[in-house]
């Protein structure tokens, strides 16, 4: 009679596997360089935690040896961060991770991937590896933990794969520690990169998430929401962030007014949030540099600009020159808009004149003074023929061409007092002052 015997796997003495509720084929996109990535992550930010510099080794390739080690003297782990949710990096300002995954999630990655993966702390070793479990019906990832015959100090990883070797070097460059950015200016929001070969680049603490050719600089943001894959950074949180950066690097002279208008006109997402991120100051200095480019003449406009205006704005003598939406918010916060260069040019006054109907003009001004609508009136010629009267510091300038028409005088005199209270009460005083001054040569 045959008998099936059973037999238990192998263990090392004094060793104890732990299945893991992670299933091996969680997060399929993942591979080498994400695994890398995690733990990377996670060394550098136990050296931030314990303030002890780490030691970070990774062998040549060359000698045969396909070894990565990360040590990090002082540091403590115990058992619970094998569970998810035993921790979190969640609400820190300084870590790198956010969800407190990253050692069960990388270890996953290379295990899958061909790599060994080690951790030793304290007496013990956890070796991360692969089983087929019954309860969980089908393969998870496992910790075998062996006891070690002398105690380890701090947390000691080690990774070794070919494929994990010849990974390193890109995945180091992920991170600004073992990159050399270049200038950089410090803000509450996080780093300003200044260096031309960081354009487009955006880091997210000291980790690179993306890089995004229509940003105008490189930017290093202390906070910003990512997703798991540290691929994407919200949109909202860069354009707030950077045009903050930008703003306090302009104030402090370290961006100059010429980039500013750069970064207007490209028009990236840096530039979205920036007539709310700017200062006065700033966006002065983007309308100065604008003039210096485009000459003391020149009006923002954008290609929604009427015929009848461009036209208008050409007549006066004024350059209208085509931006974006965002840099035309910017600028004519200094620099009238189309619509206020023309007002301007049209109310113009080319002299104050003599010929004209003077007893008209005083006509005008007893009903004007009367209604309290003016102190003075003054007959001119305007710039714009169109112009028929301005009211400005209470004085009430009447095209001296209109004075022969009186009603269209009156009339375009009580329009140019149209802030001056309501409508309705504004005529009904107005026309009662014509009634008391029925005709010319009442006083």
Same mark, same amino acid.
Request: with cysteine; charged share 25%; net charge negative.
């Given at each position: ?16 596997? #732990? ?15 994400? @695994? ?15 303030? +002890? ?31 998810? @949710? ?10 790198? @991770? ?66 994990? +070797? ?26 300003? #990169? ?62 100059? *007014? ?10 990236? %997402? ?13 966006? *002065? ?31 006066? @003598? ?11 918010? &910017? ?56 112009? %028929? ?5 209470? &004085? ?6 209109? #004075? ?7 009339? *375009? ?20 002052? &014509? ?9």
């Amino acid at each position: 009679m045959n008998l099936a015997i059973e037999t238990a796997p192998l263990l090392p003495p004094r060793s104890t596997i #732990l299945p893991l509720t992670v299933r091996t084929d969680y997060l399929p996109t993942w591979g080498t360089k994400h @695994g890398l990535r995690e733990l990377l992550q996670n060394y550098l930010d136990s050296c931030d935690d314990t303030g +002890i510099a780490g030691r970070l080794e990774a062998a040549d390739p060359w000698d045969g040896d396909n070894t990565i080690t990360l040590h990090n003297p002082g540091a403590t782990i115990d058992r619970s961060a094998l569970l998810f @949710g035993g921790t979190s990096k969640t609400g820190s300002e300084t870590s790198r @991770g956010r969800f407190g995954e990253g050692l069960k999630l990388g270890a996953l990655a290379l295990v899958r991937d061909g790599a060994t993966v080690t951790l030793d702390h304290d007496r013990e070793r956890w070796t991360f590896g692969v089983v087929t479990s019954a309860e969980y019906g089908g393969e998870v990832l496992a910790v075998t933990v062996t006891d070690l015959d002398e105690e380890v100090d701090g947390v000691l990883v080690t990774i070794a794969g070919r494929k994990a +070797i010849y990974g390193w070097s890109e995945v180091r460059a992920l991170f600004r520690e073992f990159v050399d950015v270049g200038a950089t200016f410090a803000t509450d929001d996080g780093d300003l #990169l200044l260096d031309p070969n960081q354009r487009g680049n955006v880091w997210v603490r000291g980790q690179l998430i993306r890089t995004d050719g229509r940003l105008s600089f490189g930017y290093d943001l202390k906070s910003a929401w990512t997703d798991r894959d540290r691929d994407v950074v919200g949109d909202f949180d860069v354009s707030w962030a950077a045009g903050k950066m930008v703003d306090k690097a302009n104030k402090a002279g370290v961006v100059a *007014a010429a980039e500013l208008l750069r970064m207007l006109n490209e028009g990236g %997402g840096d530039s979205a949030y920036v007539t709310s991120t700017w200062s006065r100051e700033t966006n *002065a200095k983007a309308a100065e540099a604008f003039l210096a480019v485009h000459g003391k003449g020149a009006v923002p406009v954008t290609n929604n600009l009427s015929e009848d205006d461009r036209t208008a704005l050409v007549g006066f @003598g004024y350059v209208p020159v085509v931006v974006s939406d965002n840099a035309l918010a &910017v600028l004519t916060k200094t620099i009238p808009d189309a619509h206020a260069a023309i007002q301007a040019a049209s109310s113009a006054v080319l002299n104050t004149t003599t010929d004209y109907d003077a007893d008209a003009l005083r006509w005008i001004g007893c009903i004007l003074t009367a209604c309290g609508l003016a102190t003075d009136v003054a007959a001119v010629t305007f710039r714009s023929p169109k112009t %028929g009267a301005t009211r400005k510091d209470g &004085v009430v300038r009447i095209a001296a061409s209109l #004075l022969s028409d009186r009603p269209a005088a009156l009339a *375009a005199a009580c329009i140019a007092c149209h802030e001056m209270g309501d409508a309705q009460e504004r005529w009904t005083k107005v026309l009662r002052a &014509v009634m008391v001054l029925a005709t010319p040569e009442s006083p």
